[in-house]
């Protein structure tokens, strides 16, 4: 196997209980390197209790994994020395300046001295924090504190990210400018670990999700392929008039009297799964009966959907994310 098809994260079953309580129960995880792989999940999920074990704050009662080609069991030093952890709660001293936060994460990765402050100048820009170098994080917003906090996880150069609800919180402003940087880091080969409340971040930044429910996967794919799983899928078809509608309801076998019917708009509703192949056997049947089709709209569900679907229930966060 070459170092390009090695996964940056690997698990088989990992497990954790406390007492009585299975927090895991078994997970699997493949993620390869420099992408965005999403653990979904309700809270109480297991979300924390994997991002833990794989950075090595906690051990599993069960299982192997490796992370940037180090095991956990055998080389959790070499798994510390690969990895960045942003968690839940800011790890940012109040009491030090931003730029006196990142020379502390220099000194922690045993940066030499004129190293760690050119590491810190460096990030201090990228972030658009120069401006607030000297200042305390309490005069910061939310924002810059998410910012100071992530750039203190990158002084080391890390492989791995693991970013535990990096945006809760957050502002939409914010939390887009967070979007970017992760975009960033994983163009520059960076591979990211992320956990989160909202569905839309999920949909918008990660290459494959999983999705956690009481301790077990109960699914994995690209976002398309969940939310192809989940019922509700359409076309909405729009014709020129309403002879044509009614034939491509025989062609369909639909009936036009139904909810598949929209005469104020002249449209049917198709019920399909969005794939390329369902849509082409729509329309190579409206082409065999001569039906012209003015428009057509593909409507798929959406990552709340399929979360419904899977766990039973919503997440606690809202769906007002920026689009």
């Not at 196997?1 to 309580?21: E, H, Q, V, W």
């Not at 050119?118 to 005069?139: C, G, H, I, N, Y």
């Not at 910061?140 to 609800?165: C, H, N, Q, W, Y």
């Amino acid at each position: 196997m070459t170092n390009a098809a090695i996964p940056a994260i690997s698990a088989t079953g990992l497990r954790k209980s406390y007492g009585d309580k299975v927090v895991l129960a078994g997970i699997d995880l493949n993620v390869p390197a420099g992408t965005v792989f999403s653990l979904l999940g309700p809270n109480g999920a297991g979300k924390t209790t994997t991002v833990n074990i794989l950075s090595t704050l906690i051990g599993p009662d069960a299982g192997t994994a490796s992370v940037a080609g180090h095991d956990l069991a055998t080389d959790p030093d070499g798994i510390r020395s690969a990895i960045g952890l942003t968690g839940q709660f800011s790890a940012v001293d109040s009491l030090l300046t931003g730029e006196e936060n990142l020379f502390l994460m220099a000194d922690l990765n045993h940066l030499p001295r004129r190293a760690g402050r050119r590491r810190a100048a460096e990030l201090l820009e990228r972030f658009d924090l120069t401006d607030a170098a000297k200042l305390v994080p309490s005069t910061f917003s939310g924002g810059m504190r998410r910012k100071l906090d992530l750039a203190m996880t990158l002084v080391g150069d890390p492989k791995v990210i693991f970013l535990d609800e990096p945006t809760t919180g957050l502002d939409p402003r914010s939390r887009r400018t967070m979007w970017d940087i992760i975009r960033d880091l994983v163009a520059s080969g960076v591979t990211i670990f992320l956990t989160t409340q909202y569905l839309e971040e999920a949909d918008q930044l990660a290459d494959r999700i999983a999705v956690l429910d009481e301790g077990r996967l109960v699914a994995q794919g690209t976002p398309d392929e969940l939310k192809r799983r989940v019922p509700g899928g359409h076309l909405r078809l729009r014709f020129p008039d309403a002879v044509s509608v009614q034939r491509a309801g025989v062609a369909l076998r639909l009936s036009t009297s139904d909810e598949h019917n929209d005469d104020e708009n002249l449209a049917l509703r198709v019920p399909t799964d969005g794939t390329v192949t369902a849509l082409r056997e729509v329309l190579d049947r409206l082409d065999a009966e001569s039906v012209a089709v003015d428009s057509l709209t593909v409507h798929t569900p959406d990552l709340d959907d399929v979360f419904l679907s899977l766990t039973g229930h919503r997440t606690g966060a809202t769906k007002e994310l920026v689009r």
